[in-house]
Nanobody
């Protein structure tokens, strides 16, 4: 069973918005750092954003800076990715991930828990 479950993906026109959600299963120990990654066909999985345990420390890839916002709700064990001004280049499968690290991480192999992904498709 997946320890992290993403939702909120779908089809959207360029310039539109989507909000992705990620919730932890009851089998998952609460992670310290949470992140979002994405992978397009033929491309490597790339870092999108990360957030610290309290939600005050965030990090974004340059490609999504000023367009995407990562946030979290510790009560619900949920992490969100608000995506605005979407571009066709944002089309990918988006994955939620968790790490026990107390510092921001950008490498996929530094994360311990993964969701199964949710498809985001942006049309021109």
């Amino acid at each position: 069973q997946a320890q992290l479950v993403e939702s909120g993906g779908g089809l959207v026109q360029a310039g539109g918005s989507l909000r992705l959600s990620c919730v932890a299963s009851r089998r998952t120990v609460s992670a310290i750092t949470m992140g979002w990654f994405r992978q397009a066909p033929g491309k490597e999985r790339e870092f999108v954003a990360a957030i610290g345990v309290r939600g005050g420390l965030v990090d974004y890839a340059d490609s999504v800076k000023d367009r995407f916002t990562i946030s979290k709700d510790n009560t619900e064990n949920a992490v969100y990715l608000q995506m605005n001004s979407l571009k066709p280049e944002d089309t990918a499968v988006y994955y939620c991930a968790g790490s026990a690290s107390w510092t921001m991480r950008r490498r996929a192999d530094e994360y311990d828990y993964w969701g199964q992904g949710t498809q985001v498709t942006v049309s021109a």
